[in-house]
Each structure stands twice: as structure tokens, then as C-alpha cells.
């Protein structure tokens, strides 16, 4: 038997400095610079996937591609969307382009164009699964995958344990505590339990700062 191959689980979070995704009301475009958000072009080109989560689509409508010279070019990465309940709009974004993958864990009649859709199974909160995804991307070959999504999704990656690198663009700008947080609650109850991870490279990028992580 071969071993499966390891994935590298990489989440992107673009905060304020006190580590906010958006204000209260939702506005959160756009908190880190052009220089932040060109590098985040050319992460996205050095994964196999990029994994977003519905409430980003509704939120955002992105499209996801890779556009390290402002264009997309080139191989692009898999983008995957976990919607449990398909609530994908059939004129999101997302559905432009190469087909996009959509994880979903409820039954499904019907598809949209240029999706392909994939049931999995549920997590205990009757959601799509975090690790079945990854399992289903390692599956099909995919080797790295960055995660670009809110709070939700960010939170579910966290507690699975199987993030293995952050790579953290933090704007010079503070929300307060009504905004929302980057990182949805992991329900820890000592601090010894907290994720750790391990700064490896901290830059300037434009006015913004950005870090990476791997996982300590
Ligand atoms: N600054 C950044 O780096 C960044 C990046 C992306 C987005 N954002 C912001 O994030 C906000 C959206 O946040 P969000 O938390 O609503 O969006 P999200 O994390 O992208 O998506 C959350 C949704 O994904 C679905 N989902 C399916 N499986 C899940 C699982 N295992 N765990 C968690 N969720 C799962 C859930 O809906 P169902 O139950 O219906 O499936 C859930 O409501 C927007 O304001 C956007 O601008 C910020």
C-alpha cells in the first residue's frame, strides 16, 4: 500500500493589525493594499487548489484565479467551494472560467453549468466536512491548497488540525471588537489546547505586514 501523498493546507487571512476580516455591517474591501493583494495573486498560482466557502460568494462574488501580472494566465489553480446546502447563485463568478468543484452534503437534483458537483459527507454540524474535502483533493491528486474564505470556514480548517501554513497579511489599521473576527470560535477551554504555529518569515509588503507560518 503507498502512503497518500502530504498535503500542504495553506490558509491566507488578510486582517486589520487587531486581526478583523470586515466591520460589523460587512464592508471589508479593502483592508490590506494592492501590494498585499498582488502577492495573493501569485500564492494562489504556486497552489493546486484554491478552497473557498459559500458565505465568501455571497459576500464577495470572487472569481478566484490567479492573476499574478493582473491577468489570468497560465495553468490556473482547482477552485473548490464548500456549500453544504448549494446556495451557489447561477450567476456567481465562480462559475466562470475552468470548472469549479463544489462540496456539498445534501442531495441534489440538478448542477449548474461549469460546476462539477461533489456530495460528501457532513460534520456534526451537518455541514460539509473539512477533512472529507481534503481527502477528496489529495484523492484527485491535488498536492497544496490554499484556503481564501471567512471566518466559518477559516474556524473549521483551525480545528481540524490539518492547516500547515498561514500565510497572514495584516494592513496597518485597527476595527475594534464589533468587527468580525478572522478566525470563527475553536471552543477552547486551556490555553495549552491552542493551536500553535511557527513564524518563519515576517516582510513589509507595501504598508502592509506579512507573516508566514508553519505549523509548530
Ligand atoms: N480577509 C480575508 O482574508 C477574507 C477572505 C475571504 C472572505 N472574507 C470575508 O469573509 C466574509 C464571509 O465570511 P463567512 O464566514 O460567511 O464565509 P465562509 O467561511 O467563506 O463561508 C461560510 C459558509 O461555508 C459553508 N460551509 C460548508 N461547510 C462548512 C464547514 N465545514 N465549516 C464552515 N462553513 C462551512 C457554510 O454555509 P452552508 O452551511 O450553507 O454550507 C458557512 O456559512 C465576507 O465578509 C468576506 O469578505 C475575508
Redesign the pocket.
Known amino acids: 500500500m503507498t502512503a497518500a501523498h502530504p498535503l500542504r493546507v495553506t490558509l491566507?487571512?488578510?486582517?486589520s493589525l487587531d486581526g478583523r476580516?470586515?466591520l460589523a455591517n460587512?464592508q471589508?474591501?479593502w483592508?490590506?493594499g494592492p501590494e498585499a493583494r498582488g502577492q495573493v495573486h501569485r500564492l494562489r498560482a504556486e497552489h493546486d487548489a484554491i478552497l473557498?466557502?459559500?458565505?465568501?460568494?455571497?459576500?464577495?462574488d470572487?472569481q478566484l484565479s490567479a492573476r499574478p501580472n493582473g491577468v489570468v494566465s497560465g495553468d490556473q489553480p482547482q477552485r473548490v467551494v464548500?456549500?453544504?446546502?448549494l446556495?451557489m447563485p447561477a450567476d456567481a463568478a465562480m462559475l466562470t472560467g475552468t470548472p469549479v468543484w463544489v462540496?456539498?452534503?445534501c442531495d441534489a437534483s440538478y448542477g449548474f453549468a461549469n460546476a462539477k458537483l461533489i456530495q460528501t459527507e457532513a460534520?456534526e454540524?451537518?455541514?460539509?466536512?473539512?477533512k472529507a474535502v481534503l481527502d477528496t483533493l489529495r484523492s484527485k491528486g491535488v498536492k497544496s491548497v490554499m484556503i481564501?474564505?471567512?471566518?466559518?470556514?477559516?474556524?473549521?480548517a483551525i480545528r481540524s488540525g490539518l492547516v500547515t501554513h498561514i500565510e497572514w497579511?495584516r494592513a496597518p489599521m485597527l476595527i475594534g471588537a464589533e468587527g468580525?473576527a478572522?478566525i470563527?470560535g475553536l471552543g477552547l477551554e486551556e490555553l495549552a489546547l491552542a493551536p500553535t504555529f511557527q513564524r518563519i518569515s515576517v516582510r513589509a509588503c507595501g504598508a502592509d505586514l506579512w507573516e508566514t507560518y508553519q505549523r509548530g
Not at 82 to 85: E, N, P
Open positions: 491566507k487571512l488578510a486582517t476580516i470586515a460587512g471589508s474591501q483592508i490590506t473557498t466557502g459559500i458565505g465568501t460568494v455571497l459576500a464577495d470572487p464548500m456549500d453544504s446546502r446556495r462540496f456539498h452534503a460534520d454540524a451537518g455541514r460539509v466536512c473539512f481564501e474564505a471567512g471566518a466559518e470556514i477559516a474556524g473549521s497579511f468580525i478572522c470563527a
